[in-house]
């Protein structure tokens, strides 16, 4: 069994400023890891995904990720944030058995304020 | 490349009335799959399915839901008789076949289709 805990369903943030939305995850196989932004009433959308290569992982819009097995995370970072990030974001785990089946978060909230 | 497209984007339904719900996989892949997403609550697998084959359908409530992904065409969800707990957005998925590299454990997601039931 797998499952996903986003620890905060809302983070607020100034423009500017550092982005920390966490995710804790538990698998029983080693998983695939990934996270997805949805913007309002659109699609989701792969910001970065981890597969077992390297452990920090660097995906569009400045955002990266690290894989840590020791605490089961794989909490999502910017180093600045902008207005344009303010969106939900849903961390996700895969363990492939021939084809792809995602459990997803339920979801963090990004706000982003002048 | 369009992408997964899927149609209508907004779909209103008296209870009772029959929802259909289509997708059209991004170009080249052969594999979709169908996910629920409720207010306030991440996405929820619904059923995998392949050209004329459902492969896994563990998240498809046992009645009224049903989907298919024919020869020639889109793949469809179908609700039957739909219920004010049905209103939700659906999303669809594809993917590359499995066992065909790196790529093929990544879905492309659609921009969903939101269902309301009154």
């Known amino acids: 069994a797998q499952s996903v805990t986003q620890l905060d369903s809302h983070v607020s943030v100034s423009e500017g400023t550092p982005v920390l939305l966490r995710c804790n995850y538990s698998?029983?196989?080693?998983?695939?890891l990934f996270w997805y932004v949805q913007h309002p009433n659109k699609g989701l959308q792969l910001l970065l995904k981890?597969?077992?290569?390297?452990?920090l992982v660097k995906g569009i819009n400045g955002f990266e990720a690290e894989f840590k097995k020791s605490e089961t995370s794989f909490h999502l970072t910017k180093p600045s944030a902008h207005m344009s990030d303010a969106a939900e974001y849903f961390c996700?785990?895969?363990?492939?058995?021939?084809?792809?089946?995602?459990?997803f978060g339920k979801g963090t909230m990004l706000l982003v304020s002048p | 490349n369009a992408g997964v497209m899927q149609n209508p984007r907004h779909l209103v339904r008296r209870r009772g009335q029959e929802a259909r719900l289509r997708c059209s996989p991004m170009k080249g892949h052969s594999h979709v799959y169908w996910y629920r997403q409720l207010p306030e609550e991440g996405l929820k697998f619904m059923v995998y399915l392949q050209k004329e084959n459902i492969i896994d359908e563990s998240g498809m409530p046992k009645e009224r839901f049903s989907a298919e992904f024919p020869k020639e065409g889109p793949s469809i969800l179908r609700i039957q008789q739909v219920v004010r707990g049905d209103s939700a957005a659906y999303f669809c998925?594809?993917?590359?076949?499995?066992?065909?590299?790196?790529?093929?454990?990544?879905?492309?997601f659609g921009a969903g289709s939101r269902l309301t039931v009154l």
């Open positions: 996700v785990v895969s363990v492939s058995s021939g084809y792809s089946t995602l459990t």
């Open positions: 998925a594809s993917s590359l076949p499995p066992g065909t590299g790196a790529g093929a454990n990544v879905l492309t």
């Open positions: 981890y597969t077992s290569a390297a452990t």
């Open positions: 698998s029983s196989y080693s998983p695939s």
